[in-house]
């Protein structure tokens, strides 16, 4: 169980990719060393075309390496084959978008019980689990039977986040997860995520906003391909007191 | 908002998924089948376009295949006995009253009036044609074969030598009789194996004498068996010299339609009303009755090879009109591909027109299935991000591919369903308009119809599919 416990939950060494477009090869990667601890939060920040989301492609198995290693809990996650790797987002990682990315004509719960399905977890079972999940997220479980158009984007993110908690998974890769919110749901957010975080969960999240940023317990920068700077931050701001800090000034003014 | 804390104790995350009585497939047909629906109601002109494209074709389909059945079954069966090198001439100028092509044909009545217009030297000047392997007139009728005590009813012609030709007979004991035998018209007789073997059990039936009808024939040859055709017994046959048979035994009789025996299941009359459904051929010969004793009805015409069928015919064509005296223009006396070939030609065409029929279904089933391609495309291009979110979330590929192919499915057999409903409907409007096509809208068709209709969607929502499970999630997931 400690030894569980101390695995990596991502060890990447010499990632890199490389990819054509037009006729021009762009190195995206070039050659990244990484490790991720159970329990981490970790943020990754850069400016556009540092490498951080083909990174977090990588890392969530959408993508394959041109050359380097990769183990997402102890798994060599470079020898799997293609139905493997579908296996591995399903169990192992959850995704969290920006744009929310929910099924538009499904409900919160149909989009929720989506992983279960493609574990051929369905009915009740799969229902029962996704509730869960909703409960997690914080969704008010009367928004369960909405669909997407029918929430705020708070709850669509709170659905989305229920969605990539639903399958138990070891990992969740949040892009840019407060990017199309106001800063008060964007907090709210980072609130959901901190007690998810709190509970033990490994979250990686990439932003390029320092604010954000300053939620997680890890800074890695990317540039030009490379982590340029890894730096841990002890006592990482709380999303709640920042909420009661800007309940307190609104009241005030 | 507040945050539940009362509701929420212990830890928020959840266990791994248990995984037991997991079902994918199940619900993957199901989910794909409501997301079918779905896009449908979505793009509601666009699915019934698509769908009434499926059913056309499908109808078409329907009606094809049950027409194709009741043709089989009232098809005049076994017209066999006159193999592809054999060209069949009537000495009557054939016509049918309505064209077989309805395919109604229960049975066949031919009318026969006049005698027929083939003579001797007919037969001697088509012997000379070049590619003629054999000609022998062939006429026929049933009658009763005594040997002794025994008797036996069975089919008499008259013929030449050539019938061994045109019939591929050939001789077991003893010979058959001579060109020679049939010029001074003598009672000579060869046995088919059925006659003999029920005449003579005991064997031994060359040089024995049996009556037909009131004339004595003395036996000089029984044939080789040659089996049955359908239900046709070959060997049930009794075969005597052309001009014996017409002096001698039609003599006998009443004037009897005199072709190569009718063809089993045909129904061959000489008068009364055709009961409702039948085919009726009218059989015009010359005006002149003495003829009809020394006329032969029908002379058949074995060619070396079947391709040069199509020269013997125009070359038999040529030569009777000539020593008819027949000038271009005017109607012919005779018939060539006569009775016989009459019918089989009709079938033909019936089939023709089913054919005709099939293409035309088989077009409108393949713009259905343009069009399935088609809408599953676009819908494929619409819906890449849902298409990244499934598999972001852990669809395989085959996953994608079994969902969006299912989809295509489902539009083509709702149109299939409703196509085979269409062509049930339309087989019975057909039924009322067309008198004697009874209606039977077999379980056969509807199963061609959905066959054809899942045929449609698999072959038509392959490539959409593959299309969407090529799906590159980390694009599809980039658009806004």
Redesign the interface.
Same mark, same amino acid.
């Given at each position: 169980m400690t030894k569980d416990e101390d695995r990596p939950v991502i060890r990447v060494e010499k990632l890199t990719k490389d990819y054509r477009m037009g006729t021009t090869m762009v190195h995206a990667l070039r050659g990244i060393d990484l490790t991720v601890r159970r329990g981490e939060m970790v943020a990754i920040m850069g400016p556009s075309g540092s490498g951080k989301s083909t990174f977090l492609n990588l890392v969530g198995c959408l993508d394959r390496p041109t050359a380097g290693q990769y183990w997402l809990d102890g798994i060599a996650v470079s020898r799997l084959s293609t139905g493997q790797l579908a296996t591995v987002r399903n169990r192992k990682i959850g995704f969290v978008f920006q744009s929310f990315h929910l099924l538009p004509r499904a409900t919160a719960l149909e989009n929720v019980t989506l992983p279960p399905l493609y574990a051929g977890v369905v009915g009740a079972p799969a229902r029962r689990r996704g509730l869960q999940a909703l409960e997690a997220a914080q969704l008010p479980l009367d928004r369960a039977r909405h669909q997407p158009s029918e929430l705020s984007g708070g709850e669509q993110q709170r659905v989305a986040i229920a969605r990539s908690l639903v399958t138990g998974p070891s990992l969740i890769l949040a892009d840019e997860p407060t990017g199309n919110l106001d800063t008060r749901t964007g907090l709210e957010v980072m609130a959901v995520l901190q007690e998810l975080h709190d509970d033990g969960i490994t979250i990686v999240l990439v932003t390029h906003e320092p604010d954000i940023a300053a939620y997680c317990g890890r800074v890695v920068r990317f540039q030009d391909g490379l982590v340029v700077d890894d730096a841990p931050c002890p006592s990482p701001k709380r999303a709640e007191d920042t909420l009661a800090a800007l309940a307190t000034k609104e009241v005030a003014s | 908002?507040s %945050? *539940?804390d009362n509701? +929420?104790s212990g !830890?928020? %995350? #959840?266990? *791994? #998924?248990? +995984?037991r009585? &997991? %079902? *994918?497939f199940g619900?993957t047909v199901v #989910?794909a089948a409501r997301s079918a629906f $779905?896009s449908l109601g979505v793009h509601k002109l666009r699915g019934a376009l698509t769908i009434i494209g499926i059913v056309v074709g499908v109808a078409g389909i329907f009606v094809i295949a049950n027409l194709a059945l009741l043709v089989r079954t009232a098809t005049v069966r076994g017209i066999g006995g006159l193999g592809a090198n054999v060209i069949d001439v009537s000495g009557f100028t054939l016509s049918s009253t309505a064209p077989l092509a309805t395919g109604a044909g229960h049975g066949l009545v031919v009318r026969v009036s006049g005698a027929p217009s083939l003579t001797a030297a007919d037969v001697e000047a088509l012997q000379k044609l070049p590619h003629v392997a054999g000609v022998t007139p062939r006429t026929g009728t049933r009658m009763q074969v005594q040997a002794g005590a025994r008797n036996w009813t069975t089919q008499v012609f008259g013929a030449y030598p050539g019938i061994q030709i045109t019939q591929g007979y050939s001789v077991q004991q003893g010979a058959f009789f001579s060109q020679a035998d049939v010029a001074a018209s003598k009672t000579v007789a060869v046995l088919g194996q059925t006659v003999a073997k029920q005449l003579f059990p005991g064997g031994n039936a060359v040089g024995q004498q049996i009556r037909i009808g009131s004339v004595d024939f003395s036996v000089v040859g029984v044939l080789k068996p040659l089996g049955a055709n359908g239900d046709q017994d070959l060997d049930d046959v009794v075969v005597v010299p052309a001009s014996t048979f017409l002096q001698r035994l039609m003599g006998s009789g009443p004037a009897r339609m005199t072709s190569g025996g009718p063809p089993p299941g045909a129904n061959v009359k000489t008068g009364g009303g055709p009961p409702p459904g039948v085919q009726v051929f009218q059989a015009q010969g010359v005006q002149d009755p003495a003829l009809a004793r020394a006329n032969f009805p029908d002379v058949q015409v074995a060619v070396d090879d079947p391709s040069n069928v199509p020269t013997v015919k125009s070359a038999i064509t040529r030569a009777l009109e000539q020593d008819h005296g027949i000038t271009p223009g005017s109607k012919d006396d005779f018939t060539v591909g006569g009775f016989l070939q009459g019918v089989e030609t009709a079938q033909q065409a019936a089939s023709t027109i089913l054919w005709g029929m099939g293409a035309i279904a088989a077009i409108a089933l393949l713009i259905g299935g343009f069009g399935v391609a088609n809408v599953m495309l676009a819908s494929v291009a619409e819906r890449q991000?849902?298409i990244? /979110? !499934? +598999? $972001? /979330?852990? $669809? &395989? /590929?085959?996953?994608i591919f079994l969902q969006f192919l299912l989809e295509a499915l489902t539009v083509s057999v709702i149109g299939g369903l409703l196509g085979a409903l269409c062509g049930a409907a339309l087989s019975l409007l057909m039924s009322t308009q067309l008198r004697g096509l009874p209606f039977a809208p077999s379980w056969l068709a509807v199963v061609a119809a959905l066959v054809a209709a899942v045929a449609i969607g698999l072959i038509f929502g392959a490539y959409p599919a593959r299309r969407a499970a090529q799906t590159d999630?980390?694009q599809a +997931?980039r658009r $806004?």
């Open positions: - | 908002m %945050t *539940p509701e +929420l !830890r928020r %995350t #959840l266990p *791994p #998924l248990d +995984l009585g &997991s %079902t *994918p619900q #989910l $779905a991000r849902e990244g /979110v !499934r +598999l $972001a /979330v852990g $669809a &395989s /590929v085959a996953d999630p980390i +997931l $806004a």
